[in-house]
């Protein structure tokens, strides 16, 4: 069990909110926190695990960018409060790596040049992964509607689709 | 040495991954937000909420007990501060809180540090302000505005405009509007500040770490040796990170202060006032031609909103100049001042808002003249420089017209309106051409030959994903004949040799050629190492008789003549070698040739739904000809994701200013909208003509042709369709139920 603990300043009251204890079970590891009870999940993980993956786009729960998986279903961290995640199971693309053997949507995304500037490519790639859990990585109608809900700025869209659907036929072939 | 025209080049032109994808895809890039420092505290802004006038008074004594709290900056306690340089781009925004004065919405009043970003937030909240509030200024055709003319002296008269248009047989004279559009960049911009005595290190959000390091210094009064400003990596800019903002003076600022690393995210709501937008225009253009087509004349004005106090470069109406063969011709440009936060860059300046009118109107003349509009633009193809008179360095527009329209099927638009349909769905087709203005400016790049053979270059650019770390990585593996594994290209670092913007579609032209001479450079350099050697089989070499390959060098005409560059520096004792290289842009008086940007034509299907008023783009072919490309799948993307933008801006997005208070009513991703991938088809980019002739890589920018005529082109698919012109964008569900 890893301790992470809000920095405060001796002698001094933290806050007039009260703080909270929760346990995430980050990427397989427990980790125990005192936090401000306004910390919201995207900020536990940023701020005070240093997972970084995870990036805030709009702090408003609609860009994407912040997209984690919760016992397997993908989020919005940004509008989720850490204390609403005690031993909950979290995934985030820092542990999507296999043993440092990247999972196969992270390749398709570098193959298929599916970003640009990236900022938006670690929730993209936490959605495509949930995606094909959902079942909804079929059609490209599918891949266009479900991958809806994480903004790419720099317009990478149609290879972002291109990096799903390959992943998808792999996928269908290995299974054949 | 190695010339880019080798047969045997395998490197330069393919494409491959970007060299930086194993870090975008895993989480380990970086960006601005992402760093932290021991003792690192939190900064959060209050923003104006009004539009024009004063604070009565500012009561910071709520926030200033609060939890956490270190220090709260009001105008009343702020240091005096300089304005920013004079830079290539224009001024400095005005400097921040140093006075009571209030120019428009969201201006930053007070900075608030505390120990933590949620205690930081709710502190800003606390401060009380009253306000002397005075009649703002918000509508770009308020006669009470002050009008800038002419503002860059760019404006164009050739010919008689009057005679032209009384020879004409068909004029177009219509009134085209674009409205306001914030970059938004995914990354909410931030900057980082971490003093230590009268030095500082800045993370910022920026495409120029050289002006930030610049303007620090000038504005602190510390030497410019002192600042180190990074950014490896940046959540996309679009022309937001191409000034140095307030918000990042203002993080300096309360770092000195309170002598701790001080952190600042700008919130999305504050990104819409704070890092600049798109002004929004209105433009008149008047075009005529005979009835075989010819244009006789061709008239543009327009108006531009632009901040108070601050400036922009925005001639949305000189592009009109240089896009077709017409001897009459007047172009003129004007600004407004109003109380609105300050407009600045976005992807495609002027150009995307200009072309809309031209483009459209080009339109308008065919359909007015019966003529299909791709032979319109062909007909009065501007074979030379229409200003200058002079030869085109290249321009392969006439390629990327038949090209494209071979490409897209342009043959099968029958022409009668709305003769197209697929089921429910009327089916459009439009063109659009694209003559991109040429930018460059001064840039330097270092390279390094290690002694395990290995190769480092280095330039203080940006990559804003645009790929430049990958297509450096490509030219300087090219040059030096190496693995591309084995070299290693980094930016992002002041410390770094000057570079200039990622701005303009500059930076490649600039950068590629100031990496091509640092390591022609280092060949040199080596040769010079064994010109009196006896032992070396390249002794008394120039480097125009030799090759690199393979990690080393050889003479060309004789390839067993050689030896590697690990072999020299060994002989030599030498841990490694440097060179410096830098590009000055040409001089089209000196090379008797027009320096020409990117051209690029865009084929357009729609499809409309006339009961629902539904848009969809269904197809778009981009034909662009950008020069050299120096990755193929990296250019691709460029001109794809251009195509997004062009496509946003006919059909999503529109900065919602409030009538009476001068608030942007829309500044959240829930209200503002872009377009998410179900909106978006697949795209064809292809490219067309060979290097530019004007510099010694001929590369042309490509990062802002793609987004350059889709407006236009959608709205004229939309007319094929339907029958509507529509001249003020976005096109929305309202302007097209039918």
Known sequence: MKHVDTPTRPGEATSEIPDVEVTLNVNGDPYRMRLDSRVTLLDALRDHLGLTGAKKGCDQGACGACTVLVDGKRIVSCLALAAQYDGREITTLEGLTDDGEPHPLQKAFARHDAFQCGYCTPGQIMSAVSLQAEGRAGTDADICEFMSGNICRCG????IRAAIRDVVSEANDASV | MTTLEDPTRTVIGEGVDRVDAPLKTTGAAHYPNDYTYPGMVHAALVGSTIAAGRIRSIDASEAQRAPGVLTVITHLTAPQLERGPMTLL????????????????????????ADSPEQARHAASLVNVEYEPAEALLDIEDPRAEILENPWGLDSERGDVSAGFAQADVVVDERYTTPDNTNNP??????????????????????????????IAQIFRIPESGVRVLAPFVGGGFGAGLRVWCHTILTAMAAREVKRPVKLVLTRPQMFTSVGHRPNSVQHIKIGATSSGDL????????????MEDDDYEPVAAGSAVAYECPNLLTHDRQARLNIPCPGSMRAPAEGQGNFALESAIDEVAHALGMDPLELRLRNYAEQHPVLGLPWSSKALRECYTLGAERFGWSRRTPAIGSMRDGDWLVGYGLAGVSYPFYQVP????????????????????????????????????????????????????????????????????????????????????????????????????????????????????????????????????EELSADGRSTPPDPQKIGMATAGAFGAKFVEVRIDPQLGLLRVARVVSAIDGGRILNEKTASSQITGGTVGGISQAMFEETATDAGTGRIANATFGDYLMPVNADIPDMEVIFCGGPDRATTVGTKGV????????????????????????????????????
């Open chain 1, 156 to 159: 990478a869209y149609p290879n």
């Open chain 2, 90 to 113: 224009g001024p400095s925004p005005p400097a921040p809180m140093q006075d009571d004065r209030i120019l428009h919405y969201g201006q930053h009043i007070a900075v608030v540090v």
């Open chain 2, 186 to 215: 995914l990354g909410l911009f931030t900057s980082i500040a971490s003093w230590h005595g009268d030095s500082v290190t800045v993370h910022d959000s920026t495409q120029w770490p050289h002006n930030v390091r610049t303007s």
């Open chain 2, 296 to 307: 006789t004349a061709i008239e543009h004005r327009a108006i531009s909103s632009v901040a």
């Open chain 2, 443 to 574: 840039c330097q790049a270092r390279a390094s030959l290690r002694r395990d053979g290995s190769a480092y270059v280095t330039s203080a650019a940006t990559d804003i994903g645009t790929g430049t770390y990958t297509v450096m990585t490509q030219l300087a593996a090219e040059c030096l004949g190496l693995d591309l594994n084995r070299v290693r290209f980094d930016l992002g670092d002041s410390d770094m040799p000057y570079s200039p913007q990622a701005g303009g579609s500059g930076l490649t032209g600039a950068l590629a050629n100031a990496v091509h001479m640092a390591c022609g450079n280092l060949v040199r350099e080596f040769l010079d190492i064994v010109r009196d050697d006896d032992a070396s089989p390249l002794r008394g070499a120039a480097a125009e008789e030799v090759t690199a390959s393979g990690g080393r060098l050889h003479r060309t005409d004789a390839p067993d003549q050689g030896e590697a560059y690990t072999d020299i520096l060994n002989r030599h004792g030498l």
């Open chain 2, 703 to 738: 990062g802002e042709v793609g987004l350059v005529g889709m407006a236009a082109a959608i709205g004229n698919a939309i007319h094929h369709a339907t029958g509507r012109r529509l001249r003020s964008l976005p096109f929305t569900i309202d302007q097209l139920l039918l």
